[in-house]
């Protein structure tokens, strides 16, 4: 498991691919600031719009993990995973300096307003000399980060794996794997209980995205039982579940797909 930007690099400089990345993005996308302008923002925003970062996307939802488990039909032939870790553990290991930041928000993961207090990410990576772990809660830019109950890892190190910190930490993570067996009667559960595209990607994309999943012409069985599914559930496809105010009390664990 690891970041698109190690992936991109391959045996390049992935320091310097970093900081070329995220100059440039800088530069270009200017426009679409969010009013911040520390380095954190931008590698959040890079993040959620598709450029490679040393970050990887989590959620705090099981659901929202199998959703992305799912969500690609032809990918049901294979089994999938969904990645666990106790992110309240692992922050035992977290460099004091950070440990205390948090402590003193009273939070179990990082925001890039806490993270301000490092003006450069070789200021961060050199917190300790073996790479470390920490999450943070990306800022509101839109709906998709609430809708989908997203936050990010952050290794300490652009040239570290979340492979092998996973490999070195067994008793903080576990992986739970989605038999390929199961994967169409897991997706027909999540779309009954609206985990879908249309709700986590809540635009046009998503709903073009919803409905060519849904209605994907495997064969007159599937396209008949989607009808009848549609028509027994009209009433709860049009209507977007209500989200409860997340408690202050942070979940224990965070989760992550993979297929494979």
């Given amino acids: 498991m690891s970041s698109s930007l190690f992936r991109l690099a391959g045996g390049a400089d992935t320091r310097r691919l970093e900081m070329a990345l995220l100059r440039n993005f800088r530069k270009y996308a200017h426009v679409e600031r969010l009013g911040a302008d520390s380095i954190w923002d931008w590698l959040a925003l890079g993040q959620h719009r598709g450029l490679p970062t040393r970050l990887l996307d989590w959620t705090y939802s099981p659901l929202v993990a199998l959703h992305f488990a799912t969500e690609d039909p032809a990918e049901y032939d294979v089994d999938g995973a969904v990645w666990c870790v106790n992110f309240v553990e692992a922050n035992r290991q977290l460099p004091s300096k950070l440990r205390r930041i948090m402590q003193r928000e009273g939070s179990e993961t990082v925001t890039v307003e806490m993270l301000s207090s490092f003006r450069s990410l070789r200021e961060f990576d050199a917190l300790a000399r073996t790479p470390f772990l920490v999450f943070l809660e990306p800022p509101a ?40 067996a199961l994967k169409w009667e897991i997706r027909d559960k999540l779309d009954q209980a609206n985990v879908n595209e249309r709700v986590l990607f809540p635009d046009l994309d998503g709903l073009s995205r ?8 495997t064969s007159n069985a599937t396209i008949d039982r989607h009808e009848h599914a549609s028509s027994d559930n009209a009433g709860d496809r049009d209507r977007t579940p209500r989200r409860s105010r997340r408690p202050a009390a942070r979940p224990a664990s965070a989760s992550r797909t993979r297929t494979g």
Avoid: E
């Fill in 210 to 217: 919803w409905l060519t999943r849904y209605y994907l012409p």
């Fill in 141 to 180: 830019i839109d709906r998709r980060i609430l809708n989908q109950f997203a936050l990010f890892s952050l290794m300490s190190s652009a040239t570290a794996a979340m492979d092998d910190w996973l490999q070195r930490h067994p008793d903080l993570c576990r992986r739970v794997v989605i038999p390929a």
